[in-house]
């Protein structure tokens, strides 16, 4: 199958830019694929809102500040300006395609959370994620694009030059979930919009999807990666034996949340000035000494002394999930733990989505735009979505016509695989690679625990790359080596870092390099061309 753009992922990166594409050029050919429903995907577990100055009294001065602030130095300042500058008409946009935010009166109803100095984050009540994803999923429904549900991407595919080198990207191989064969998709124009890789942790917020896969790829086909040992995990995700992680969103914090030691206790205040309104990493690294110290299994988020009504009305989503394992939050607090959330590395990219490979882009939590530096400011991941998925868009309108079609591409050849007799190692090795990343490369870290993680994931990788050339794939499979490849990316990542900053917290270094310069930490693949063919992006 041949199109004009191909989008592996359908969150609210993707889904902003096929709707903006379409918008501009209805007669394009446009392939979506989701790995598995439509809708599902982190955007649509996102609870807390969207970032942008919609209040008289704030400034696009203050949201760059308080975004470079949280970023540690490591922010792209005119990344930064761009997103934000561009905020409030992705907001009307997003109210164009039916998206309806809390008003109080006349006004949106704004909330604060960690990190900003203003109530900024338009939402819709505390599943703001939901009411964005299910209405783009409307309106693309409404356009001819062609849906490609449960469909996991394998890898991307680059034309091969005369020379025997590799040029632009002209589609990818997929695996259908419901037949177990590879289809193989050509295209002009690929987007990645996959998504993050916080699966590659034992407990995380994120639906099970979320398994680096664009990352993986873009890797494999040659592009840069930056950034990846910035892990952001939440502070506050739902502690319960039965309860699979669930997220109580920082906006219950945000509207005066206290967290408590098991004893009662406040403890915020002896981390940080801002107490519960501290950035995220700030958060969850006081909460994991706390547990540490204390021996305690989590600590506790208490919004109680708020009237009943307040709580109800603010966090019905919240209050509805901890009601179903018997926790009323208008009652008594509600137990969490940090759970990994977010990627702030990725794939580099411009300010166009562009990538170092040609024709392919890179947009959302698979990216690296140098938005979120070293730590991710709360509620600016869906407005990176918005802004990216528009300004790619806009790249991919004004330079289709120019692009060649793609070449016919070889159909996937399985003719030398079996099928797999031995599924228990994918599971094992999937335990195994998670427990020793949460365990050795998790909030807090050391070198000697990073060694023996970049020791375990080499052995994991040779084992796996062998079970990949003798089976047929799976999507467990796909996961499992996806995961262990970004796992390997994040380890280097930390490794090269010889400080702590941001998100990347180390014991042997504990405090911020000031005599070398920041950067950024760039790994660049093996078989990058990008220089050597001209078709950088970053």
């Known amino acids: 199958m041949s199109y004009d753009l191909l989008v592996i992922g359908s969150g609210a990166a993707g889904l902003t830019l096929a709707l903006r594409v379409l918008e501009a050029k209805p007669s394009a050919r446009v392939a979506i694929l989701a790995k598995g429903p439509l809708a599902e995907g982190s955007t649509l577990y996102a609870q807390g809102g969207i970032a942008a100055v919609l209040d008289a009294a704030d400034t696009t001065e203050s949201h760059v500040a308080d975004t470079l602030n949280a970023g540690a130095g490591l922010c792209n300042v005119d990344s930064v300006r761009f997103v934000v500058e561009n905020a409030r008409t992705a907001i009307e946009w997003l109210i164009d395609q039916g998206v309806a935010f809390d008003r109080e009166g006349d006004s949106w109803h704004l909330t604060r959370e960690g990190g900003h100095s203003h109530r900024r984050v338009i939402h819709a009540a505390d599943a703001t994620g939901r009411a964005v994803e299910t209405s783009l999923v409307e309106r693309v429904r409404e356009t001819g694009a062609d849906v490609f549900e449960h469909h996991n991407a394998v890898d991307l595919i680059r034309e091969r030059l005369p020379g025997g080198g590799l040029g632009r990207c002209v589609g990818a191989y997929s695996l259908d979930r419901i037949s177990g064969r590879v289809r193989t998709f050509a295209a002009k124009k690929v987007v990645l919009a996959t998504g993050g890789a916080s699966r590659v942790y034992m407990y995380s917020s994120n639906p099970d999807g979320s398994t680096g896969d664009g990352i993986a790829m873009a890797w494999r086909a040659g ?21 699979k992680t669930f997220l109580v969103t920082e906006a219950v914090r945000g509207e005066g949340g206290h967290l408590l030691r098991p004893d009662g206790t406040r403890f915020m205040d002896e981390y940080d000035p801002r107490g519960e309104l501290a950035p995220r990493d ?54 969490v733990v940090p759970a990994a959330h977010y990627t702030c590395g990725g794939v580099l990219t411009d300010l166009s989505g562009r990538t170092d490979v040609g024709n392919l882009y890179a947009i959302g939590e698979v990216s690296c735009t140098g ?42 050849d399985e003719s030398w695989v079996t099928d797999s007799d031995e599924e228990v190692v994918v599971a094992h090795n999937w335990t195994e690679l998670r427990r020793f990343m949460s365990d050795y490369v998790g909030i807090v870290r050391s070198t000697k625990r990073l060694e023996r993680a970049k020791h375990r994931v080499k052995l994991l990788l040779s084992e796996i790359e062998e079970y990949y050339g003798t089976f047929r794939v799976t999507n467990d499979l796909l996961e499992l080596r996806n995961l262990a490849m970004v796992a390997d990316l994040i380890v280097r990542s930390a490794l090269s870092r010889r400080e702590s900053r941001g998100l990347h917290y180390t014991l042997d270094y504990p405090s911020l390099d000031v005599i070398a310069p920041v950067q950024n930490t760039v790994l660049v693949p093996k078989n990058f061309s990008a220089r050597r063919n001209g078709q950088g992006g970053a």
């Open 223 to 243: 592009c840069r990666v930056a950034n990846m040992e910035f892990s952001q995990f939440h502070p506050t995700c739902l502690f319960h034996p039965q309860a």
């Open 282 to 335: 700030i958060v969850a690294r006081a909460i994991d000494d706390v547990m540490k110290r204390l021996g305690c299994e989590c600590v506790y988020l208490d919004i109680s002394h708020k009237p009943a009504e307040f709580v109800r009305s603010h966090f019905p989503t919240v209050h509805a999930e901890c009601l179903k394992y018997g926790i009323d939050m208008t009652q008594q607090p509600i137990p």
């Open 371 to 412: 938005l979120h530096g070293a730590n991710r400011m709360a509620s600016n991941s869906l407005l990176e979505c918005l802004v990216f998925g528009k300004s790619a868009a806009e790249d991919i309108v004004a330079t289709l016509g120019k692009v060649a079609a793609a070449p016919v591409i070889p159909a996937w």
